[in-house]
């Protein structure tokens, strides 16, 4: 079993930065696929960033140049920095990852972006 927690969402103006943390409580080499999603109200779930095998990344397209997924092994925990935010990146982003067949996901945390 794999607990995901989320930290750093809050409310920042358009043009401004946040950074999450996801923090994982074991081993993030052992889980496969980790990355970020977001929902924002009345959307599906996204994909926004994910670390697809080893250290390679794949990114949807609105927030190339924007934002980065990186991670610390040593911490068990992978980041998000977004840059230049927008008021449409508004939503709920969540952590998940695989493990044993097993996909799971964080708690969530809100980030919205005001004009």
């Known amino acids: 079993q794999v607990q995901l927690v989320e930290s750093g969402g809050g409310l920042v103006q358009a043009g401004g930065s946040l950074r999450l943390s996801c923090t994982a409580s074991?081993?993030?080499?052992?889980?496969?696929?980790m990355g970020w999603y977001r929902q924002a109200p009345g959307k599906q779930r996204e994909l926004v960033a994910v670390f697809i095998s080893g250290s390679s990344t794949n990114y949807a397209d609105f927030v190339k140049g924007r934002f980065t997924i990186s991670r610390d092994n040593a911490k068990n925990t992978v980041y998000l920095q977004m840059n230049s935010l927008k008021p449409e990146d508004t939503a709920v982003y969540y952590c998940?990852?695989?493990?044993?067949?097993?996909?799971?996901w964080g708690q969530g945390t809100q980030v919205t972006v005001s004009e």
């Open positions: 074991r081993s993030i080499f052992s889980i496969y696929g």
């Open positions: 998940s990852g695989a493990y044993s067949g097993v996909r799971y």
